[in-house]
């Protein structure tokens, strides 16, 4: 591919999706990849990531990293086994976090690999993971991390900021002056409110704004998170039964076991064994420890939230908790159920009416946790179908994402007008819903941009 003589974003990813979030910068010569995450949920989708990398991943000179989740980071391991030998340049929160998900990313596809040749329900007569550990481990030797509101030179007329998202530990906007023209990354923007974390920076300038719209058509609710919780857990522990939490394991892990640990000191749930079941989140929350000048929590409150849950490292611990019986509580990854242990779990108690399961985040369009927010009464797991008859319960006050007003809001900050919104990772309902209130709302020209689009990067545009 013939290189442009004018600067130029190409949307790589997270068009009509909140997943695969990649978008490619061009100018002088220099390619600039912003993010490189996994399509996830439909199928179609995921089959991108099999696809031939839009350009050869070693003409690609850096890439700026705005967070950890999969969605962003978690396709580094194959760009880099497939020919990319630039930096990866992140904030240090996002590094450390990093290091705990692409492994574990690259663990868990080696095992469901074996999990499906054993059981024979891969379609493929020899499936291959899409990258394994080691080309994980191998990535983060590629990892140089940026501290927040320093400004990084790039070379080509290309300089780079990190300022705060929110969302998560580590996570970042990045915005790039790219031959006098600024361009901004909201990255995946964090609430105002959040319990656990730092609101993000305000937006200062951009003459092109590519913005997340996961949560473009609607509005949080207002009910206290803890309010929300507090019945669910009393109604099934009364019964006996088992509460199944697939939860991000950075991040949305810690937001629960801070929440639970705040109710149980107040004595308003009972005092049910609470299991933590994820290494990666376990290790997540000692990171959490670490970098306590991003987000608002205690000392003794991350002691006490600590302490909260025991431990499941082994997979035999992991299998015991399911010959276990109620009253009890486990956490475990993945929040949108695309795999991991908490599958072990569904098929263990997701069949038993006095057990419950309850969603705590996003769940993208095809995931399994999609399937079971849309009313499914049984899910495909190991190609095998589970009955589920347990109780389910979308929780609607624990995202980690901006709202339509936060958004907004978070615009209105801006020191001029934008030349052009590009409204990206979203849902098409989301994000056109959002691009209609950035026209009418802020009288903002935007657009939702297309899969593989190109557009000129000008601030007269």
Not at 34 to 48: A, I, M, N, T
Not at 178 to 183: A, F, L, N, P, R
Request: net charge neutral; glycine share 8%.
């Amino acid at each position: 591919m013939e290189r442009p003589s004018r600067p130029t974003l190409q949307f790589l990813g997270a068009t009509g999706t909140v997943t695969g979030s990649r978008y490619l910068l061009e100018s002088a010569g220099q390619r600039v990849l912003v993010d490189c995450g996994l399509f996830q949920g439909y199928k179609q989708l995921r089959e991108r990531n099999r696809a031939e990398f839009p350009v050869p991943p070693d003409t690609i000179d850096t890439v700026l990293l705005t967070h950890a989740h999969l969605d962003h980071s978690g396709y580094i391991p194959a760009l880099v086994r497939n020919g990319f030998r630039g930096k990866v340049i992140c904030t240090p929160a996002t590094r450390d976090l990093c290091a705990l998900l692409l492994p574990d990313s690259g663990h868990l596809q080696e095992e469901e690999v074996k999990h499906a040749r054993k059981h024979g329900y891969s379609k493929h007569t020899n499936p291959t993971p899409l990258y394994t550990l080691a080309d994980a481990e191998a990535a983060l030797d590629r990892f140089v991390v940026q501290d927040f509101d320093s400004e990084l030179e790039l070379g080509s007329g290309i300089r780079a900021r990190f300022h705060h998202a929110g969302h998560l530990l580590g996570a970042a906007q990045i915005s790039l002056d790219v031959e006098g023209t600024i361009v901004h990354f909201s990255g995946d923007l964090g609430r105002a409110q959040d319990p656990l974390l730092r609101p993000p920076q305000p937006l200062q300038q951009a003459d092109v704004l590519i913005c997340e719209s996961t949560y473009g058509n609607r509005q949080h609710t207002r009910v206290d998170a803890e309010a929300e919780l507090a019945p669910i857990i009393r109604r099934v522990a009364a019964r006996g039964g088992v509460i199944v939490i697939p939860a991000f394991a950075v991040g949305r892990a810690q937001g629960l076991m801070l929440h639970i640990s705040r109710l149980r000191q107040r004595g308003e749930i009972p005092a049910v064994p609470v299991f933590l079941n994820s290494p990666m989140a376990i290790d997540a929350t000692d990171i959490y420890h670490r970098y306590h000048n991003e987000h608002h929590v205690t000392d003794a409150e991350c002691l006490a939230m600590y302490e909260l849950a025991t431990m499941v490292r082994t997979v035999e611990e992991s299998k015991a908790l399911n010959l276990r019986r109620g009253p009890m509580i486990i956490i475990s990854a993945s929040g949108m159920l695309t795999g991991g242990r908490v599958l072990h779990h569904l098929v263990a108690f997701g069949s038993d009416s006095r057990n419950a399961i309850l969603l705590s985040g996003y769940q993208a369009g095809g995931t399994r946790g999609a399937t079971l927010v849309g009313g499914a009464d049984r899910l495909r797991i190991f190609g095998q179908d589970v009955p589920i008859r347990a109780e389910v319960v979308a929780m609607q006050s624990f995202s980690g994402h901006a709202d339509g007003d936060e958004v907004l809001a978070w615009m209105q900050g801006a020191t001029r007008k934008p030349s052009i919104v590009y409204v990206t990772h979203g849902e098409p309902d989301a994000a056109d819903a959002m691009r209609a209130r950035i026209a009418r709302e802020l009288g903002w020209r935007a657009r939702v941009p297309e899969q593989l689009e190109r557009v000129a990067l000008d601030a007269r545009q």
